[in-house]
């Protein structure tokens, strides 16, 4: 073998260890974000359990309330297909934002039931509906923090597909830029 011949076998196995190193790095920053949608989906399982429970336990108390039922019924269904979405896609933009979009708007359907659940004092002191409520209000700062952990490791994983060499091999290698809670 020449030493021309040598020198391009070192020069492209140096290459192909810095993507190869690229590549690894690139997937161990996806590997945080999955980690952090784990948390946040535990907690959205967690809401719709209790959402369940809430509905099912006002809905004869609060017959006359059906829409405002029916809307958050509706916004939770909305919030489980976009975590099934994400299940499949946890890094992709559009689920990203799909589920932001159904967070929202289950969080303002929400407001309005417990409010008027609220003005029903014996709706608060059935058990079913205290306990559902309980967790309801204890798990928005348990979701805030794993956001902040998910969005935390999305700008990881966004600064790592913009460095050099994985900014020119992202599209071969199918990263795409992750979207923020």
């Known amino acids: 073998m020449s030493q021309t011949e040598l020198t391009w076998l070192v020069l492209a196995s140096v290459l192909g260890l810095w993507v190869l190193g690229a590549y690894n790095r690139t997937t161990a920053l996806r590997a945080a974000i999955l ?3 784990a948390q946040i989906e535990q907690a959205l399982v967690l809401r719709a359990q209790a959402l369940t ?3 099912v336990a006002v809905a004869s ?3 006359s309330e059906a829409a405002a039922i029916e809307a958050v019924a509706s916004a939770q269904t909305q ?6 979405a994400m299940r499949r896609r946890p890094v992709a933009q559009e689920t990203v934002a799909e589920l932001s979009k159904a967070d929202a708007v289950l969080a303002a359907v929400l407001v309005r039931l417990v409010a008027l659940i609220e003005q029903q004092p014996a709706l608060l002191a059935d058990p079913a509906v205290h306990a559902a409520l309980q967790v309801l209000r204890e798990l928005p700062p348990k ?5 902040q952990v998910f969005n935390e490791a999305a700008s990881a994983y966004n ?5 050099f060499p994985t900014r020119l091999l ?3 290698l199918g990263f795409v830029q992750a979207g923020l809670l």
């Open 159 to 163: 600064s790592g597909t913009q460095q």
């Open 35 to 37: 980690a952090a949608w």
């Open 53 to 55: 429970e809430l509905l």
């Open 170 to 172: 992202k599209s071969v």
């Open 61 to 63: 108390p609060l017959a």
């Open 79 to 84: 919030v489980l297909a976009s975590t099934e």
């Open 143 to 147: 979701l805030a923090f794993s956001r």
